[in-house]
């Protein structure tokens, strides 16, 4: 016995299509929303005016020859050594984590060695986002390093 293709089961046929399209959607939504847990400039117009300054900037520091190489200890503690830098060279670090599902936490280092710090504050593990500044003189440096 045959049976014949209604009007009916081509409306079940759209409605589950449709209605899975719609689910998968929604599914998608809610991950991608629950995921990313920060803004990356609150005006991006506002942000591109200062473009060229950041260029600018970008320039002079590397022109100032300085470099760094940052360490993750099995502790949880951050061991930044300095290249090229002179020797009253200030650090400060924030910690940021990329989902931001954890809260910013400022570090802190102590002078270990002849150009290497010590962070006081252990992070715990995950990956973090670490945006040092070092300033000796006049003179500024940034960087931001992914510690995994």
Request: proline fraction near 3%.
């Amino acid at each position: 016995m045959q049976r014949t293709f209604t009007g009916r089961h081509m409306a079940a046929i759209l409605v589950g299509f449709f209605g899975l399209v719609i689910a998968v959607n929604l599914l998608n939504a809610r991950y991608a929303s629950s995921t990313f847990g920060g803004v990356v400039v609150e005006n991006s117009y506002v942000a591109s005016q200062g473009f060229n300054r950041w260029l600018d900037e970008a320039k002079s520091e590397k022109a100032l020859g300085w470099d760094e190489v940052t360490t993750w200890r099995p502790d949880g503690r951050v061991v930044i050594a300095v290249h090229g830098a002179p020797a009253g060279v200030a650090i400060k670090a924030m910690a940021r984590h990329p989902l931001g599902r954890l809260p910013d936490r400022a570090l802190t280092f102590d002078r270990v060695a002849n150009g290497q710090f010590l962070s006081r504050q252990a992070l715990p593990e995950g990956r973090w986002d670490v945006r040092l500044t070092l300033a000796a003189n006049e003179h500024v440096w940034r960087r931001e390093e992914r510690l995994q």
